[in-house]
């Protein structure tokens, strides 16, 4: 099946500083990506869909200031975490859908997610 | 609005036992559901998927499910749990349409005694 791939998978950083966590489909187009938060035994939440070549959506209550996102070409996806702190350390997951083909665009194929820490 | 609910938070199953997740959703059309599961620390795998057709589905590592309209759910069942299934598993709801993101439940925790 389609690979979605994340970098970095664990960041550790200082409060104030800005993190990249970058998403990759490698071997499919995604015009479309999203971006879901999980804290320590939770479920994930949508914090945004990104859609390439345009603006992202953020859902409610999802800061678009301090979460930046940039899908810059068909493959890639950033989420960018400015002036981080504590309260947003998380396990950060991407996914995309492969919409070349019928099978591919129903499911939604989830990278390994990025486990972000602020000290 | 689409919604997914587990009502069970936790569930402990003794190894070997039989397993069913509950999972139920809320949706004005035939959603497209799966099942994934997440091992502590872990991204996300796919068990088993139901777009249409057949509503027993099977999935990986002997896991099914199966769709009931009537009810709104979707099970997720396993005749003979292994101690490697204890983890967190997700019901999700999907719309079908490209722009949109997938829509989950808020887990169940699976414990395996021995």
């Known amino acids: 099946g389609a690979v979605v791939s994340q970098h970095p998978s664990r960041v550790i950083c200082k409060s104030g500083t800005s993190v990249k966590i970058e998403c990759r489909s490698l071997?499919?187009?995604?015009?479309?990506m999203f971006w879901y938060r999980q804290f320590p035994k939770q479920s994930l939440m949508l914090m945004a869909t990104?859609?390439?070549?345009?603006?992202?959506?953020?859902e409610q209550g999802v800061e678009k200031d301090k979460f930046l996102i940039n899908h810059a070409s068909l493959t890639l996806s950033t989420l960018t975490v400015t002036s981080a702190h504590p309260e947003d350390s998380s396990f950060y997951i991407c996914?995309?859908?492969?919409?070349?083909?019928?099978?591919?665009?129903?499911?939604?194929?989830f990278g390994p997610g990025t486990r972000l820490l602020v000290l | 609005a689409q919604s997914v609910t587990q009502p069970d938070i936790h569930i402990t199953v003794s190894e070997g036992a039989s397993l069913e997740l509950r999972c139920n959703y809320s949706?004005?059309?035939?959603?497209?559901l799966f099942w994934y599961v997440q091992s502590p620390g872990q991204g996300l795998q796919l068990l088993l998927k139901?777009?249409?057709?057949?509503?027993l589905v099977q999935g990986i590592k002997g896991f099914e499910a199966e769709f009931k309209r009537s009810q709104s759910s979707f099970n997720l069942r396993k005749p003979s749990v292994h101690w490697s299934d204890a983890a967190e598993y997700f019901c999700?709801?999907?719309?079908?349409?490209?722009?949109?993101?997938?829509?989950f439940g808020k887990g169940t925790t699976l414990s395996v005694s021995s």
């Open positions: 996914s995309a859908r492969d919409l070349s083909s019928l099978a591919g665009s129903k499911t939604q194929y």
């Open positions: 071997d499919f187009q995604a015009t479309t």
């Open positions: 990104s859609n390439e070549g345009s603006k992202a959506t953020y």
């Open positions: 949706y004005g059309a035939t959603p497209y």
């Open positions: 139901y777009f249409s057709g057949d509503t």
């Open positions: 999700a709801v999907d719309s079908n349409q490209a722009g949109t993101a997938l829509i």
